[in-house]
């Protein structure tokens, strides 16, 4: 695939739970060419940037502060601030199969129509 992929998680509050399981998940992508973007509010106890130190050596991380608002305010975000060409979002406690990125670029390849795609929750 030649267009550019785009992950993008949105967290707040993150005790440091689930997200090492999610990161670790991407790691393990088939389809390895995607930047990871992390829309990230701060909040008391939060161990966000820690986890995501330990993971800059295995994923392409960005990460983009949220200072007000609440989950609309990181989707917008999100969408303003990642250039790539399919943007892919994923909870901050999901773990991703290893086909994750790359079904979704085949259904995008398979069905260019389609302009918005979800799963099962």
Do not use: W
């Not at 106890?45 to 007000?68: C, F, G, H, P, S």
């Not at 609309?72 to 060409?85: H, M, T, V, W």
């Amino acid at each position: 695939m030649r267009d550019s992929v785009g992950v993008a998680i949105l967290t707040y509050k993150n005790f440091g739970t689930t997200l090492p399981q999610t990161l670790e998940s991407l790691t393990k992508q088939e389809y390895r060419d995607f930047r990871l973007y992390v829309v990230y509010k701060p909040s008391p106890e939060d161990n966000t940037l820690a986890i995501l130190n330990n993971y800059t050596r295995k994923l392409d991380i960005t990460v983009i502060l949220q200072r007000e608002g609440m989950f609309e305010e990181a989707l917008n975000l999100a969408l303003r601030g990642i250039s790539e060409d399919l943007l892919i979002f994923l909870d901050d406690d999901a773990i991703a199969s290893k086909q994750f990125v790359s079904q979704h670029i085949s259904v995008h390849l398979e069905h260019p129509e389609i302009g918005l795609l979800g799963g099962y929750v």
